[in-house]
Structure formats: structure tokens, C-alpha cells
Nanobody, 125 residues
């Protein structure tokens, strides 16, 4: 079965940076989307960034545009989320997700995502 494993979370001071990684295995789909989501206590899960498995067409939530960068390596199937100028409100559990890419479409954060990782904690203070 498909597995996604996140790593790279931790604690950082406001203004600092972190890089999250996600490794996906047992995913045998020619075209798929990778996404990052986050969830904080008392808040709904929020889509942060997404990208196609070719490493193109990244999409970002308005709250992270200009600060976060999502990337994906086609051969290693690793996805990264580089987070810069972190703010208190960026704290939460970050989840990696994957889903088949719609034919001719983009990797919308609002679409249904089939596969999820267990999450990694990010704390900004």
C-alpha cells in the first residue's frame, strides 16, 4: 500500500527556517500530485502547497506565498517544503499527501487527496 513519511519538523524561533521532507513509496501512478497541509489546535486543516510529480506547477496558500517553496524530485519521489520567515501562526502538524493528478489539470489544494502521511510537528515561537 502507498506510504508517505514526513520528516524535518521541529521547533524554531519566529523568522527562522525549516525544511520538511516527504518520501512516498508504493505509488505506481504516472501522474500524481503531492501536497502539504497543516493543522493547528482549534483550526481546520489548511492546504499549504502542492506540486505535480514532474516538479512543475506549484500552488501555494496565500498565507505562505513568498515564504514557502515546494519541490518534488521525480526519480526519488521525495517532496520538500522549504519554510522561511516562519511566523507563530505557521505552527501545527504538517501532513504530506498524494493523489492522482487530474488529466490536463493542476494539483488543486481543495481537491480530494487519497493518501496521507502521519504528520510532523512544527512549532514556531
Amino acid at each position: 500500500h502507498v506510504q508517505l513519511v514526513e520528516s524535518g519538523g521541529g521547533s524554531v524561533q519566529a523568522g527562522g527556517s525549516l525544511r520538511l521532507s516527504c518520501e512516498v513509496s508504493q505509488l505506481f501512478i504516472a501522474s500524481y500530485c503531492m501536497g502539504w497541509f497543516r493543522e493547528a489546535p482549534t483550526k481546520e486543516r489548511e492546504g499549504v502547497a502542492s506540486i505535480g510529480n514532474g516538479g512543475y506547477d506549484p500552488l501555494y496558500a496565500d498565507s505562505v506565498k513568498g515564504r514557502f517553496i515546494v519541490s518534488h524530485h521525480y526519480r526519488t519521489k521525495k517532496t520538500y517544503l522549504e519554510m522561511n520567515n516562519l511566523k507563530d501562526e505557521d505552527s501545527g502538524t504538517y501532513y504530506c499527501a498524494s493523489t492522482p493528478r487530474p488529466y490536463g489539470g493542476v494539483c488543486e489544494l481543495a481537491q480530494t487527496w487519497m493518501y496521507w502521511g502521519q504528520g510532523t510537528q512544527v512549532t514556531v515561537s
